[in-house]
């Protein structure tokens, strides 16, 4: 057999060619929804054709695009204060965080703990699929570093707001908002931001709708950091909230 027609040659070129389509889409993707709503995220094509083939056609996985204006400046100052209190300052990585969340999985190794920023969640959320491998979070970073240098931090959050899972079905704030609190997420008060901010390590598990004590004192946390961080002005110093 001729080297040009070994089967590792024609495994290379259909890789390539994989890696340049997917490029291509995740590029377009990053333009596209830098101005666009989001329609719908591959976490939630994940749900819903994981329900699918369990039998479980009533699952409906969907979420209800807003804009920052519609969205309570409260929610946002919620998901920095649990998740990412660094967001307005760094370029996707938080690279103190992943230094103590290594030094701790290497101490408590039945109990991982993770380290990514929103940008990373927003990149993981919208493009890629759950779960833990080398792959997903190499994917993860170039994409991190691609939603970084198009969008704005506001634009970011936006889009995590519109995508993050609150729930068994539930995406986006405005989702979230309706299920629990029947309100628009323009009318969410600090202290209902703080609870769905505090379901978000695990939303599946912790309930915004009957709340465990565990997540009752994180949404406690959350609300003495919110405060910490100097509530709706840092916002707004940042260009983060409402007209930002």
Partial sequence: MSRSHSPLRWVKRILLRVLLALAIFWGGGIALFSVAPVPFSMVMEERQLGAWLTGDFHYVAHSDWVSMDDIAPWMGLAVIAAEDQKFAEHWGFDVGAIEKALAHNERHESRIRGASTLSQQTA?????????????KGLEAGL???????????????????????????FGVEAAAQRYFHKPASKLSMSEAALLAAVLPNPIRFKANAPSGYVRSRQAWILRQMRQLGGESFMQRNNLSQGG
């Avoid at 993981?124 to 997903?136: Q, T, V």
């Avoid at 991190?144 to 539930?170: D, H, P, Q």
């Fill in 144 to 170: 991190t570093l691609g939603i970084e240098t198009v969008w704005s931090k506001k634009r970011i959050l936006t889009v995590y707001l519109n995508i993050a899972e609150f729930g068994e079905g539930v």
């Fill in 124 to 136: 993981k959320n919208l493009f890629l699929w759950d779960g833990r491998s080398w792959l997903r």
